[in-house]
């Protein structure tokens, strides 16, 4: 009998644990961020080494810088999201990502001035507690972007 009772509470602490996690998981799911993610199409790879950085817009049009950071070798931000739950509100954003600068360190030969020099991307955060992935597709000559998943 005691075996039983030391096999039952075994599985008992594993489901504890089990469920623990599951909340951690769904807990951070419905936590809002905000992330990017630069995909260089011209050479078929992540854009490794660009700059990015991310404002916040005022209603009298002018923008407060929030984060500057470089792209690692994913085409993502090292150190998480750009906006992490706590940093999360509801507003008018920009990205600022520096297209020519990042194609020129990669040696392309680019016009003065370049095509494509800035991609200056404005959009809006309604809920705080969502996810806003904005991903970049970039190119000198042409660029897409969606609110990605």
Request: net charge neutral; hydrophobic share 45%.
């Amino acid at each position: 009998m005691l075996e039983h009772d030391h096999a039952s509470n075994g599985r008992a602490r594993q489901r504890t644990a089990a469920r623990a996690i599951m909340e951690r998981r769904t807990e951070h799911a419905t936590m809002g961020h905000l992330s990017t993610h630069v995909l260089d199409t011209m050479n078929g790879c992540p854009a490794a080494g660009m700059a990015v950085e991310l404002h916040r817009l005022t209603g009298a049009g002018s923008a407060t810088l929030v984060k500057s950071l470089v792209l690692n070798s994913d085409g993502r931000s090292a150190d998480g999201p750009l906006l992490d739950a706590a940093a999360m509100a509801a507003g008018r954003y920009r990205l600022v990502f520096a297209v020519a600068a990042y194609f020129r360190s990669r040696g392309v030969a680019l016009p003065e001035p370049p095509f494509i020099d800035v991609v200056q991307l404005d959009f809006g955060i309604a809920e705080a507690a969502g996810h806003y992935h904005v991903p970049l597709l970039v190119s000198p000559w042409s660029y897409t972007t969606y609110r990605g998943s």
